[in-house]
Protein backbone atom coordinates (compact mmCIF):
# COMPACT_ATOMS: atom_id res chain seq x y z
CA UNK A 1 0.00 0.00 0.00
CA UNK A 2 1.36 3.14 -0.98
CA UNK A 3 1.79 6.64 1.31
CA UNK A 4 -0.57 8.62 -1.39
CA UNK A 5 -3.34 6.00 -0.37
CA UNK A 6 -2.78 5.85 3.15
CA UNK A 7 -3.06 9.41 2.67
CA UNK A 8 -6.08 9.81 0.73
CA UNK A 9 -7.94 7.03 3.42
CA UNK A 10 -6.78 9.53 6.02
CA UNK A 11 -8.40 12.15 4.42
CA UNK A 12 -11.68 10.26 3.31
CA UNK A 13 -11.53 9.41 7.01
CA UNK A 14 -11.06 12.86 8.16
CA UNK A 15 -14.21 14.24 6.13
CA UNK A 16 -16.68 12.56 8.33
CA UNK A 17 -18.56 10.99 4.97
CA UNK A 18 -20.55 7.97 6.48
CA UNK A 19 -19.35 4.92 5.82
CA UNK A 20 -22.57 3.46 3.73
CA UNK A 21 -21.41 6.05 1.28
CA UNK A 22 -18.48 4.67 1.15
CA UNK A 23 -19.48 1.23 0.81
CA UNK A 24 -21.92 2.48 -1.48
CA UNK A 25 -18.96 4.12 -3.90
CA UNK A 26 -16.83 0.71 -3.47
CA UNK A 27 -19.44 -1.33 -4.45
CA UNK A 28 -20.25 0.69 -7.44
CA UNK A 29 -16.54 1.16 -8.67
CA UNK A 30 -15.70 -2.54 -7.84
CA UNK A 31 -18.28 -3.95 -9.68
CA UNK A 32 -17.80 -1.60 -12.99
CA UNK A 33 -14.85 -2.21 -14.79
CA UNK A 34 -15.27 0.05 -17.58
CA UNK A 35 -16.46 2.57 -14.81
CA UNK A 36 -13.29 1.85 -12.60
CA UNK A 37 -10.81 2.26 -16.21
CA UNK A 38 -12.48 5.17 -17.46
CA UNK A 39 -12.16 7.42 -14.37
CA UNK A 40 -8.38 5.79 -13.92
CA UNK A 41 -7.49 6.87 -17.68
CA UNK A 42 -5.39 10.01 -17.66
CA UNK A 43 -7.20 10.44 -21.18
CA UNK A 44 -10.04 10.80 -20.31
CA UNK A 45 -10.77 14.72 -19.81
CA UNK A 46 -11.61 15.57 -16.12
CA UNK A 47 -14.35 17.71 -16.93
CA UNK A 48 -15.68 14.36 -18.66
CA UNK A 49 -14.98 12.04 -15.01
CA UNK A 50 -16.48 14.82 -13.01
CA UNK A 51 -19.83 14.62 -15.11
CA UNK A 52 -19.93 11.05 -14.70
CA UNK A 53 -19.02 11.46 -11.19
CA UNK A 54 -21.73 13.76 -10.51
CA UNK A 55 -24.43 11.81 -12.36
CA UNK A 56 -23.55 8.25 -10.76
CA UNK A 57 -22.37 9.01 -7.00
CA UNK A 58 -23.62 10.27 -3.67
CA UNK A 59 -23.11 13.93 -2.86
CA UNK A 60 -20.87 13.46 -0.03
CA UNK A 61 -18.61 11.32 -1.91
CA UNK A 62 -18.31 13.37 -5.07
CA UNK A 63 -15.76 16.16 -4.93
CA UNK A 64 -13.29 13.26 -2.66
CA UNK A 65 -13.97 11.14 -5.90
CA UNK A 66 -13.22 14.35 -8.30
CA UNK A 67 -9.97 15.30 -6.28
CA UNK A 68 -8.50 11.82 -7.05
CA UNK A 69 -9.03 12.24 -10.85
CA UNK A 70 -7.71 15.25 -10.71
CA UNK A 71 -4.88 14.24 -9.06
CA UNK A 72 -4.61 11.22 -11.42
CA UNK A 73 -4.74 8.98 -8.38
CA UNK A 74 -8.10 6.67 -9.37
CA UNK A 75 -6.11 3.72 -10.01
CA UNK A 76 -5.44 3.73 -6.59
CA UNK A 77 -8.90 3.33 -5.24
CA UNK A 78 -8.37 -0.19 -3.80
CA UNK A 79 -5.39 0.11 -1.83
CA UNK A 80 -7.86 3.87 -0.13
CA UNK A 81 -10.97 1.87 0.65
CA UNK A 82 -8.42 -0.82 2.18
CA UNK A 83 -6.94 1.61 4.05
CA UNK A 84 -9.92 3.56 4.89
CA UNK A 85 -11.20 -0.01 6.54
CA UNK A 86 -8.17 -0.05 8.53
CA UNK A 87 -8.56 3.27 10.02
CA UNK A 88 -12.34 2.76 10.98
CA UNK A 89 -11.48 -0.80 12.07
CA UNK A 90 -8.49 0.56 14.19
CA UNK A 91 -10.88 3.25 15.35
CA UNK A 92 -13.52 0.66 16.76
CA UNK A 93 -10.88 -1.49 18.34
CA UNK A 94 -11.53 -4.24 16.26
CA UNK A 95 -8.78 -6.28 14.51
CA UNK A 96 -8.87 -7.84 11.24
CA UNK A 97 -7.60 -11.57 11.01
CA UNK A 98 -7.89 -14.75 8.49
CA UNK A 99 -8.46 -18.48 9.75
CA UNK A 100 -7.47 -20.87 6.82
CA UNK A 101 -8.52 -24.11 7.29
CA UNK A 102 -9.29 -27.99 5.90
CA UNK A 103 -12.26 -28.42 7.96
CA UNK A 104 -14.14 -25.32 9.45
CA UNK A 105 -13.72 -24.60 13.23
CA UNK A 106 -17.11 -24.90 14.81
CA UNK A 107 -18.50 -21.79 17.06
CA UNK A 108 -17.14 -22.60 20.09
CA UNK A 109 -13.51 -22.70 18.55
CA UNK A 110 -14.12 -19.80 16.83
CA UNK A 111 -14.90 -17.85 19.97
CA UNK A 112 -12.00 -18.90 21.47
CA UNK A 113 -9.93 -17.88 18.64
CA UNK A 114 -11.47 -14.53 18.75
CA UNK A 115 -10.86 -14.33 22.82
CA UNK A 116 -7.00 -15.63 21.71
CA UNK A 117 -6.96 -12.46 19.74
CA UNK A 118 -8.83 -9.78 21.34
CA UNK A 119 -6.29 -10.61 24.70
CA UNK A 120 -3.22 -10.79 22.87
CA UNK A 121 -3.78 -7.80 20.65
CA UNK A 122 -5.72 -6.06 23.27
CA UNK A 123 -8.94 -5.52 21.14
CA UNK A 124 -12.47 -5.19 21.55
CA UNK A 125 -13.49 -7.03 18.82
CA UNK A 126 -12.27 -9.58 15.55
CA UNK A 127 -13.53 -9.70 12.40
CA UNK A 128 -12.76 -12.75 11.38
CA UNK A 129 -12.36 -14.07 7.87
CA UNK A 130 -12.59 -17.75 7.43
CA UNK A 131 -11.04 -19.44 4.38
CA UNK A 132 -10.66 -23.10 3.34
CA UNK A 133 -7.45 -24.70 1.68
CA UNK A 134 -7.86 -28.63 1.60
CA UNK A 135 -3.71 -28.38 0.64
CA UNK A 136 -3.42 -27.72 4.50
CA UNK A 137 -3.98 -31.18 4.97
CA UNK A 138 -4.86 -30.60 8.75
CA UNK A 139 -4.77 -27.82 11.17
CA UNK A 140 -5.37 -24.05 10.82
CA UNK A 141 -3.24 -20.78 10.17
CA UNK A 142 -4.34 -17.59 11.63
CA UNK A 143 -2.89 -14.76 10.03
CA UNK A 144 -3.14 -11.18 11.68
CA UNK A 145 -1.60 -8.61 9.96
CA UNK A 146 2.13 -9.26 9.28
CA UNK A 147 1.91 -12.28 12.01
CA UNK A 148 1.14 -16.06 10.64
CA UNK A 149 0.35 -18.89 13.39
CA UNK A 150 1.27 -21.75 11.68
CA UNK A 151 -0.95 -24.68 13.22
CA UNK A 152 -1.30 -26.78 10.06
CA UNK A 153 0.16 -30.16 9.26
CA UNK A 154 1.71 -29.01 5.90
CA UNK A 155 3.53 -25.99 8.14
CA UNK A 156 4.62 -28.94 10.15
CA UNK A 157 5.80 -31.38 7.90
CA UNK A 158 7.50 -28.08 6.14
CA UNK A 159 9.55 -27.27 9.56
CA UNK A 160 10.15 -30.86 9.69
CA UNK A 161 11.81 -30.71 6.58
CA UNK A 162 13.99 -27.81 7.13
CA UNK A 163 15.24 -29.40 10.30
CA UNK A 164 16.30 -32.73 8.56
CA UNK A 165 17.42 -31.29 5.95
CA UNK A 166 19.60 -28.61 7.88
CA UNK A 167 21.47 -31.51 10.16
Known amino acids: MTQQAMNFAKAIFDLNISEEHIENAK ?95 NKADVLLELKEDPSLIGGFILTVGDTMYDKSIRGSLSSLSKTLVWR
Open 27 to 121: DIIMANKELYEALSNPAVKNSEKHSVIDKIFDKEIRNFLKVLCDYNSMNQISQIFDAYDAIVLEGKNIIRATITFVIRPDNNQLEKIKEFLCSKY
